[in-house]
């Protein structure tokens, strides 16, 4: 017998599902990838105006962020709220243009060691 039609009838039934998954496997992993820069570039901009120059921050963040900030220094602590947009690459397949994100930190020093805080 010849199962070759029934094997590419089964194949075409499955290759849109493999695909999906591909697809937001890629999609998930760039996403996490812009996460941790963001979350990092934060933590350092953060880490240094704390170790020397308060006023350095929001130049720090504009340079190695493209996300909008809210900056506010208390006499030990800073806080910052980063807001932004990721654009999808694969918007219309998994019909998601853009995720939005809101990450919150404070930072201070507490007996000589830097803490900064993710809320």
């Known amino acids: 017998m010849n199962n070759k039609g029934q094997v590419l009838v089964i194949f075409l039934l499955i290759l849109p599902i493999l695909l999906v998954a591909f697809v937001t496997t890629v999609e998930l992993g760039l996403l996490m990838t812009k996460t941790y820069k963001v979350k990092q570039s934060t933590k350092e901009a953060i880490r240094y105006a704390l170790k020397s120059d308060t006023d350095v921050l929001e130049r720090l963040l504009s340079k190695?962020?493209?996300?909008?900030?809210?900056?506010s220094k208390n006499e030990d602590r800073i806080s910052v709220v980063i807001k932004g947009r990721y654009n999808a690459l694969f918007g219309k397949i998994l019909n998601k243009s853009f995720y939005d994100f809101e990450y919150n930190f404070i930072g201070y020093i507490d007996n000589g060691k830097i803490i900064i805080k993710e809320e």
């Open 64 to 71: 190695n962020t493209d996300c909008t900030y809210e900056v």
